[in-house]
């Protein structure tokens, strides 16, 4: 399985961005497919999943009400939607076997999409 995420960019405060990841290879319905983000020089934390088999969703509180994850047959997306300055970071999309916070419980990575929101 590989991952590849595109779509982020620049925007104002109060915008909306619509990133995506792209999934080849084979897909398993039991897994959940993330996002994280990390800002320079912070840690690389939480944003959102999706169950691939029953479309649940879990979020961070940060971005809960104003973020939306889905997914169609190979790609998942990431609405951004009221963005703050807060929100810039590089954003990763990850799959795992289960909802964890942890970076390290998740076992393939694409490579990050910028999103740099202004004030």
């Known amino acids: 399985v590989q991952l590849q995420a595109s779509g982020g960019g620049l925007v104002q405060a109060g915008g909306s961005l619509r990133p995506s990841c792209a999934v080849s290879?084979?897909?398993?319905?039991?897994?959940?497919m993330g996002w994280f983000r990390q800002a320079p020089g912070k840690e690389r934390e939480f944003v959102g999943l999706?169950?691939?088999?029953?479309?649940g969703t879990t979020y961070a509180d940060s971005v809960k009400g104003r973020f939306t994850i889905s997914r169609d047959s190979d790609t998942m997306y990431l609405q951004m939607n009221s963005l703050k300055s807060e929100d810039t970071a590089l954003y990763y999309c990850?799959?795992?076997?289960?909802?964890?916070?942890?970076?390290?419980?998740?076992?393939?990575w694409g490579k990050g999409t910028q999103v740099t929101v202004s004030s």
């Open positions: 990850t799959r795992g076997r289960e909802f964890s916070f942890y970076p390290r419980d998740y076992d393939i």
């Open positions: 290879g084979r897909r398993f319905s039991s897994y959940v």
């Open positions: 999706i169950r691939w088999g029953t479309r």
